[in-house]
Antibody, heavy 121, light 109 residues
């Protein structure tokens, strides 16, 4: 069974940094792209970033470009999101999701349960 | 980036009725790279449809997807009580960014 478990969320002040992690199991991690998707309280889904199987292709939403960095460690079956210069509008539940292939432009299945990031002073 | 507009925002129907949800793209979605997800309160989204019309594993056949280019539709043939949820479309055909629609809330009438 595929499992994705996010961690690292919490309360952080504006302008500070946070690093999210996603531990994957139940599939061959280095065969698939991985993604971060967020959902602000009571709002819809927003794709944040995606990374191909070998980290050779990476994409970001315009709203986080230059502030967030996605990475992966295939030896540890783990995905990361380094979030710098956080803003109030980054407050959301952050989901980790498995891509449908090694290339990062794909659909997502399954999703983790999410980790909550709250940016507030 | 490709903007996806879903309609209606809210759809009120009764169990047993047919639901038709629309997703319109601001430009053509290449190779019908469009997916649909269902999200229930307090849960992560679940994949229903990919490639515009292919059902994901374990999804009942009352769910079907259709469309191409800029107009896509998710149809639920006969609503079951567990189908009342929020539905999102997603395009993954752009060379630069993946985007989601704003969602359609399907509620019990």
């Amino acid at each position: 069974e595929v499992q994705l478990v996010e961690s690292g969320g919490g309360l952080v002040q504006p302008g500070r940094s946070l690093r999210l992690s996603c531990a994957a199991s139940g599939f061959t991690f280095d065969d698939y792209a991985m993604h971060w998707v967020r959902q602000a309280p009571g709002k819809g889904l927003e794709w944040v970033s995606g990374i191909s199987w070998n980290s050779g292709s990476i994409g970001y939403a315009d709203s986080v470009k230059g502030r967030f960095t996605i990475s992966r460690d295939n030896a540890k079956n783990s995905l990361y999101l380094q979030m710098n210069s956080l803003r109030a509008e980054d407050t959301a539940l952050y989901y980790c999701a498995k891509g449908s292939s090694g290339w990062y432009l794909n659909w997502f299945d399954p999703w983790g349960q999410g980790t909550l990031v709250t940016v507030s002073s | 980036e490709i903007v996806l507009t879903q309609s209606p925002g809210t759809l009120s129907l009764s169990p047993g009725e047919r639901a038709t949800l629309s997703c319109r793209a601001s430009q053509s979605v290449s190779s019908s790279y469009l997916a649909w997800y269902q999200q229930k309160p307090g849960q992560a989204p679940r994949l229903l449809i990919y490639g515009a019309s292919s059902r994901a594993t374990g999804i009942p056949d009352r769910f079907s997807g259709s469309g191409s280019g800029t107009d896509f539709t998710l149809t639920i043939s006969r609503l079951e009580p567990e189908d009342f949820a929020v539905y999102y479309c997603q395009q993954y055909g752009s060379s630069t960014a993946i985007t989601f629609g704003q969602g359609t809330r399907l509620e019990i009438k």
